[in-house]
């Protein structure tokens, strides 16, 4: 008899990552970003620091989690089936998640992001 290869549910993580609307805002905020790093040669050794530091923490902190991530993997396969269903009825309810954020924008045409953000301030302080 042969084996047939079932292919793994895909992460729960790469699959928001590859929602039109993140993937796309992300491109653009890299985008802007990096043409303001260019721009600002003083922020850019700031950032570019930052960015050091934060590889530098990140592959520390995997390193120590490495064993307990494999120890409990059966456990994430389990809560990555749950978070891909709940993904699933999020993204029947909002099909805006997949469209790209230039398109998503113009859903809203009349909102104003600057009273958008000063009416909601007591939310972005807290």
Known sequence: MASVAVDP???VVTRVINLPLVSSTYDLMSSA????K?????LKSVCEMAEKGVKTI???????????IQKLEPQ???ANIYACKGLDRIEER???LNQPSTQANTC????????????????LTS
């Open 108 to 123: 809203f045409p009349n909102l104003d992001l600057d009273v958008c953000l000063k009416n909601n301030s007591r939310f």
């Open 58 to 68: 990140t592959s520390v902190a995997m390193t120590s989690a490495l064993p307990i």
């Open 94 to 96: 909002l099909p805006i």
């Open 76 to 78: 994430i396969a389990v």
């Open 38 to 42: 260019d721009q600002y040669p003083y």
């Open 9 to 11: 549910q895909p992460s």
């Open 33 to 36: 970003y990096l043409s303001t």
